[in-house]
């Protein structure tokens, strides 16, 4: 069975850091794009970062480049988020995602959520 499972979400005082981790098992996800998508109460989920199976192209939302910096370590299958200078409006459930298919940036295998909750 393939499972991603998150961790290393929890409360944080606005402008401080956090590090999201996904581990992966049941299958090596190192062909395949992996991400981060996150979800606020009453919004659509929406795309955080995502990160290529050779690891060297990783592209990112807007509203949180310059801030958050996504990492994988293929040989742990592991996908992480580091987020810095957070802001309340970056509360929300963040969800790991990776791409069922290789070499191709799709996402539909999905974690079931860390909270995130950033105070001010």
């Known amino acids: 069975q393939v499972q991603l499972v998150e961790s290393g979400g929890g409360l944080v005082q606005a402008g401080g850091p956090l590090r999201l981790s996904c581990g992966a098992s049941?299958?090596?996800?190192?062909?395949?794009?992996m991400g981060w998508f996150r979800q606020a109460p009453g919004k659509e989920r929406e795309f955080v970062a995502g990160?290529?199976?050779?690891?060297?192209?990783?592209y990112y939302a807007d509203y949180v480049k310059g801030r958050f910096t996504i990492s994988r370590d293929s040989a742990k299958n592991t996908v992480y988020l580091q987020m810095d200078s957070l802001r309340p409006e970056d509360s929300a459930v963040y969800y790991c995602?990776?791409?069922?298919?290789?070499?191709?940036?799709?996402?539909?295998?999905w974690g079931q959520g860390t909270q995130v909750t950033v105070s001010s």
């Open positions: 995602a990776a791409g069922s298919r290789p070499l191709v940036y799709t996402y539909d295998i």
């Open positions: 049941g299958r090596t996800f190192s062909s395949n794009a």
């Open positions: 990160i290529g199976w050779n690891s060297g192209s990783a």
